[in-house]
């Protein structure tokens, strides 16, 4: 094959390979969640901050202005809602956010969660020559872990931007697990080029994320369309569906996304909803993924 040919040229090894580069493997979902659960939930929060802007060698204060917002109002907002309900969670935290704000993620490790890698400055992995892609990578997770002093388990590539090189990486860190893909509803193992690789998924959905609701470009067409209740409803029948079937709810918000007077709430009353239907487990990723990992060795 050759890098001129289009798809419809390639022959059944090329199409077979690009395939088989990252599978879903074993459904690692245990008969039983801890503590007899019926359901698994996992909130996370990816705090983006500035590095939304700085991502793209952008420099427009208004926007790095909203990645501020994240800090100074979401993450403190999420932060007290979630004692109040006595929740854990999982932040998922650029280096450089990390950098900028080290009291913030002092804080939140401080208060019982955890949190897990997300790049150095929100780059895309997929426009990044291997080496560059391995060494951010490695210096993201070491940066982590001298502000924070925990060594981070887990991964959520930077707006789910998974590259040929990133399972290869993440199993040279020797990572627990990903949350960046969509393959299931439930935790898997990850398969490299038909290797099983004992990383666990944590499986991720556009429809679990608050920004494709809210977010908006106000010099483009995007516009913010669906009212908050209707994203509440989302989660819940998200969530619901989940509980039915003995699964796991996986959540994906924003500080600077979800953290406002009027979307907080969202979280609030979702969180009420599963306390009240019951039988839930809060968990962080980490826990989550520990929990499917005795899986692998059955």
């Known amino acids: 094959m050759t890098a001129q040919q289009e798809p419809w040229q390639w022959d059944e090894a090329e199409w077979r390979r690009r395939v088989a580069q990252v599978r879903a493997g074993r459904l690692l979902k245990p008969a039983a969640w801890p503590g007899g659960a019926r359901c698994a939930v996992a909130l996370s929060f990816d705090s983006d ?38 929740v854990p969670a999982t932040f998922f935290v650029p280096a450089v956010t990390a950098l900028l704000h080290p009291d913030e993620q002092r804080r939140v490790v401080a208060e019982g969660h955890e949190i897990g890698l997300h790049g150095w400055i929100h780059e895309l992995n997929s426009v990044l020559p291997e080496p560059i892609e391995r060494d951010l990578h ?5 940066a982590l872990e001298k502000i924070t002093g925990v060594r981070a388990v887990g991964m959520r590539t930077p707006s789910w931007d998974f590259s040929p090189a990133t399972l290869k990486i993440q199993r ?125 060795k059955a």
């Open 138 to 142: 490695f210096r993201a997770a070491d």
């Open 172 to 296: 040279e860190l020797g990572l627990l697990y990903d949350s960046s893909l969509m393959a299931d509803d439930d935790p898997y193992e990850l398969v490299e080029a038909g290797e099983p690789t004992g990383i666990v998924e944590l499986p991720v959905e556009w429809i679990r994320d608050d920004a494709p609701y809210f977010n908006m470009d106000r010099f483009k067409g995007l516009r913010p369309h669906t009212p908050p209740p209707a994203v509440l409803e989302i989660f819940i029948r998200e969530f619901d569906r989940a509980h039915e079937e003995g699964g796991l709810f996986l959540l994906t918000m924003h500080p600077h996304v979800i953290g406002y007077r009027s979307r907080i709430f969202i979280v609030e009353e979702l969180i009420r909803h599963m306390k009240a239907k019951g039988g839930c487990w809060f968990a962080t990723h980490a826990d989550v993924a520990r929990a499917c990992a005795a899986g692998l």
């Open 49 to 86: 901050h500035e590095t939304n802007e700085l991502r793209d060698g952008g420099n427009s204060i208004g926007r790095m202005s909203w990645g501020q917002y994240g800090t100074r109002k979401g993450v403190p907002r999420i932060l007290s809602l979630l004692a109040k309900e006595s």
